[in-house]
């Protein structure tokens, strides 16, 4: 199972906007900073499959400016990747 965090960088402005799309998509929580622009996203896939249709998803979300990977984990990866 693919473990992610990110920080999420809203466009100017559509912070509430990025966190409800955010919260759209499947296998993702969405944690909003108390005092930035900032959004925290962690996804939680159940396979590799997923997770690459996820990762299509967010390239698409149009609040979204730049999402910054600060964790990844997955337990199932392949000895010497």
């Known amino acids: 199972m693919p473990v992610f965090s990110y920080l999420a960088t809203p466009k100017r402005g559509a912070k509430t906007t ?34 690459k249709e996820l990762q299509k998803r967010l390239k698409s979300v149009q609040s979204l400016q730049s999402l910054s990977l600060t964790f990844g984990y997955d337990d199932h990866e392949q000895p010497g990747r």
């Open 18 to 51: 990025l966190c409800v799309d955010l919260a759209a998509l499947p296998y993702c929580e969405v944690i909003p900073a108390d005092n930035q622009d900032l959004v925290v996203l962690i996804t939680d896939t159940p396979d590799e499959t997923k997770e």
